[in-house]
């Protein structure tokens, strides 16, 4: 059966909710923040009606608007007096986040039909943002690019087989993912999954907490301790920065390779093992090789399957995405009233360079959803304004859009944003001034 949240500021009549209820809607109504919370974290609602009868002070409504803005996948219908309908607050939140919204008094009728068309709209939605997710990502990993698509087929083929998998690329582009898609896709998926960072402990410690010691093994060893490769037999260890990992330590590692058992430190007592080893590193293993800092049989024995995470320059047709899939996760867990990235930003976005990769874009897109105070995130949310693009040259439709959204601007910032002054200042009609800052995304706050 079709669910809808009512919201209302004051009781509603009975005979509406009878009405709905027979349109076979099943209803759930809430007249306070608390329970309005409380439904929506127990329930799943394609569809929420708020009913606004009176608008006298804006903390009387905000409850209600905190709600829409939170659950945004929500298709929202408001109702409310014409009155209502001229407080800015209320048309924002209508143009910019409600499916549709009607006028008091109610017309049942026409409301029952608004309803199920959002209720249509919603499943449609849902429809194809679950088709676009199964075309756009696999393993847990997002992208439809050739590096990404290579990088798929490697993952499945080192998850059908139990060998050890060396995985390389630079920093951020997410190798302990792949790694971790690899264990969870493979016949080790029930076992544990444990990473150690090679570059973050010194090299008795990484034995130790590799292959385990006995009791006054050394001093401070007061009891046996089990190491990581003992302890998770069936599982999956992935070892980070491989690169950094201490001689010493790359000899027992080795050892353990060859033998498929481990010796714990102060013990010549051989333990057999059953751990899958999968290894990642940013640095060049060969040029360490030759410069006496890696063990040349130990990189062939981890290497025998090979894959590599792309950087994002590799991946361009994928930066849309990987934007867009960040926002809606966070824009999810965050308070936001932005919808996207206005159409700068994604130029921005696509033409910098992002030397942290996908850990820097995230983090971007994280830190924008947060402080975007608009209806779309522009460059300076994500602190790209002014940054190298990476391109050493302009096209004469980007300069010519340049000088327009400059004068723009600046003959905005000097008529302090008076819309009629600033057109017959520019030689433009009000709703051209109007339609270009929509297309420069320009407003109050960014007019300098």
Avoid at 70 to 99: D, F, G, N, P
Avoid at 145 to 172: C, H, N, W, Y
Avoid at 221 to 250: C, M, P, W, Y
Wanted: proline share 2%; with cysteine.
């Amino acid at each position: 059966m079709r669910k809808v949240l009512i919201l209302s500021t004051s009781l509603l009549e009975e005979n509406l909710l009878e009405k709905i209820s027979a349109a076979d809607w099943e209803v759930s109504w809430a007249q306070e923040s608390s329970p309005a919370r409380a439904l929506l974290t127990e329930q799943i609602f394609e569809v929420g009606l708020a009913i606004f009868s009176s608008c006298e002070s804006e903390r009387s409504i905000q409850w209600l608007i905190d709600l829409i803005l939170a659950r945004r996948k929500m298709q929202w219908i408001i109702v409310l007096s014409r009155q209502c309908l001229e407080r800015r607050l209320l048309s924002t939140v209508i143009s910019e986040h409600c499916y549709d919204y009607h006028t008091l008094p109610i017309d049942s009728q026409r409301l029952l039909v608004t309803l199920g068309h959002a209720y249509g709209m919603s499943i449609l939605t849902e429809c194809t943002l679950r088709q676009q997710r199964e075309l756009e990502s696999q393993y847990g990993l997002v992208g439809n690019s050739p590096v990404m698509q290579a990088l798929f087929r490697g993952i499945q083929k080192a998850a059908e087989v139990d060998v050890p998998v060396l995985i390389t690329g630079e920093s951020g582009t997410g190798k302990e993912h792949a790694a971790r898609a690899i264990h969870e896709y493979s016949s080790r998926a029930a076992s544990s999954f444990i990473t150690m960072n090679c570059s973050v402990l010194p090299a008795s410690l990484m034995h130790s907490e590799l292959f385990g010691h006995e009791r006054d093994a050394f001093i401070g060893a007061n009891e046996r301790h089990s190491g990581f490769i003992e302890s998770i037999f069936g599982g999956t260890l992935f070892l980070k920065e491989i690169g950094d990992l201490h001689l010493e330590v790359q000899a027992n590692l080795l050892r353990f390779l060859e033998e498929k058992k481990i010796h714990r430190l102060g013990s010549t007592k051989p333990i057999p093992t059953n751990v899958r080893v999968i290894v990642s590193t940013n640095t060049n293993l060969e040029k360490a090789i030759g410069e006496g800092r890696f063990r040349e049989d130990l990189y062939y024995r981890l290497n025998v399957l090979h894959l590599k995470t792309p950087s994002l320059q590799e991946r361009k047709g994928d930066i849309d995405l990987l934007s867009r899939y960040f926002f809606n996760k966070f824009a999810a867990e965050i308070k936001t009233s932005a919808k996207g990235f206005s159409r700068d930003t994604l130029e921005v976005i696509n033409r910098y360079n992002w030397p942290g990769n996908i850990q820097d874009l995230m983090n971007r897109v994280r830190r924008a959803v947060m402080l975007s105070e608009g209806p779309y995130i522009i460059p300076s949310d994500m602190n790209l304004e002014g940054r190298s693009l990476g391109r050493g040259f302009i096209t004469l439709n980007e300069a010519r859009m340049a000088a327009d959204r400059e004068a723009i601007q600046a003959t905005l910032q000097r008529t302090r944003f008076n819309i009629a002054r600033a057109a017959q200042e520019l030689g433009v009609s009000r709703m051209t001034l109007y339609r270009l800052m929509d297309k420069y995304d320009i407003r109050r706050k960014n007019a300098r």
